[in-house]
T-cell receptor, first 114, second 110 residues
Framework: ETGVTQSPTHLIKTRGQQVTLRCSSQSGHNTVSWYQQALGQGPQFIFQYYREEENGRGNFPPRFSGLQFPNYSSELNVNALELDDSALYLC?????????????FGPGTRLTVT | DQQVKQNSPSLSVQEGRISILNCDYTNSMFDYFLWYKKYPAEGPTFLISISSIKDKNEDGRFTVFLNKSAKHLSLHIVPSQPGDSAVYFCAASTGNQFYFGTGTSLTVIP
């Protein structure tokens, strides 16, 4: 059974650019959530996808968007990058009901915006 | 607004003693609470959870206590081991919204 994987591990982008981060869910999991963790903070919920549909969203602007694919892998897209978008981006997968809270996290993608 | 708060950024405990990590929340609609452990360069790992209909849940050395009237959650680790040294996050959920605290860095001294 493979765990949650994320790519790339690290990324450096320039303000105004766009970025796509990728996540492969743990085998059999159909729900994926994305989080932003700024330095010294806890993870902040961005949104969740359940069976390819967005199923909840935190307090993030529309330039943060996502996709979930039929194999339940997922992408996080951020447009018009700002310096404050620099953070660790975590995805987490879970099985079954979208309300199930036992999520399995990937190691994260460290995004630096200069 | 920070709906889940961990007011102690760090905690040091002697090996074998009890570690108590605390968490406070503001939203009375939260119905599920969790603790996660995080090692450097890894994602958070689920540790233990508790539903709002319970006041205690135990799993081996780990016990989570929930005081709904005080909106307070705590994690007890007994006995503490050096391998428990990590950052611990508490989290709360309502429906499919999830909120994490800022974390407490636990150091267990051999």
């Amino acid at each position: 059974e493979t765990g949650v994987t994320q790519s790339p591990t690290h990324l450096i982008k320039t303000r105004g650019q766009q970025v796509t981060l990728r996540c492969s869910s743990q085998s059999g999991h159909n729900t994926v959530s994305w989080y932003q963790q700024a330095l010294g903070q806890g993870p902040q919920f961005i949104f969740q996808y359940y069976r390819e549909e967005e199923n909840g969203r935190g307090n993030f602007p529309p330039r943060f968007s996502g996709l979930q694919f039929p194999n339940y892998s997922s992408e996080l897209n951020v447009n018009a990058l700002e310096l404050d978008d620099s953070a660790l981006y975590l995805c987490a997968s879970s099985l079954g009901s979208p309300n199930l809270s036992e999520q399995y996290f990937g190691p994260g993608t460290r995004l630096t915006v200069t | 607004d920070q709906q889940v708060k961990q007011n102690s950024p760090s905690l040091s405990v002697q090996e074998g003693r009890i570690s108590i990590l605390n968490c406070d929340y503001t939203n009375s609609m939260f119905d599920y609470f969790l603790w996660y452990k995080k090692y450097p360069a890894e994602g958070p790992t689920f540790l233990i959870s508790i539903s709002s209909i319970k006041d205690k849940n135990e799993d081996g050395r780990f016990t989570v206590f929930l005081n709904k009237s005080a909106k307070h959650l705590s994690l007890h680790i007994v006995p503490s081991q050096p391998g428990d040294s990590a950052v611990y996050f508490c989290a709360a959920s309502t429906g499919n919204q999830f909120y994490f605290g800022t974390g407490t860095s636990l150091t267990v001294i051999p």
